[in-house]
């Protein structure tokens, strides 16, 4: 069983950035694939991007370019720094794992989910 501890959502202005952390406890991630999602309200859950434990890494294409993915697997924790931030990224941002090598779009292959943490983007 993996626990994580999301933070640094919050609310921030066009063009602006911040940095989620995704704390994983109970099994180490180095093997998995851990991806970050999004949920705005009334919309389906969106795959965001995703890293391998040989960290490649796959964005959807709006946040192509404005977000990256990264690992620290000596802290156990994955980050997405998200800038140029836009109101339409305003949604609800989950970290997952998946327990194999190969990655997927598919959020109904992931095992571990986070809590979620807020992230709007409003003046």
């Known amino acids: 069983q993996v626990q994580f501890v999301e933070s640094g959502g919050g609310l921030v202005q066009p063009g602006g950035s911040l940095r989620l952390s995704c704390a994983a406890s109970g099994s180490t991630l180095l093997f998995y694939v851990m991806g970050w999602y999004r949920q705005a309200p009334g919309k389906q859950r969106e795959l965001v991007a995703t890293?391998?434990?040989?960290?490649?890494?796959n964005y959807e294409d709006s946040v192509k370019g404005r977000f990256t993915i990264s690992r620290d697997n000596a802290k156990n924790t994955v980050y997405l720094q998200m800038n140029s931030l836009k109101p339409e990224d305003t949604a609800v941002y989950y970290c997952a794992a998946r327990v194999s090598a190969a990655v997927s779009t598919d959020k109904n292959e992931y095992d571990w989910w986070g809590q979620g943490t807020q992230v709007t983007v409003s003046s």
């Open positions: 890293i391998t434990g040989e960290d490649s890494t």
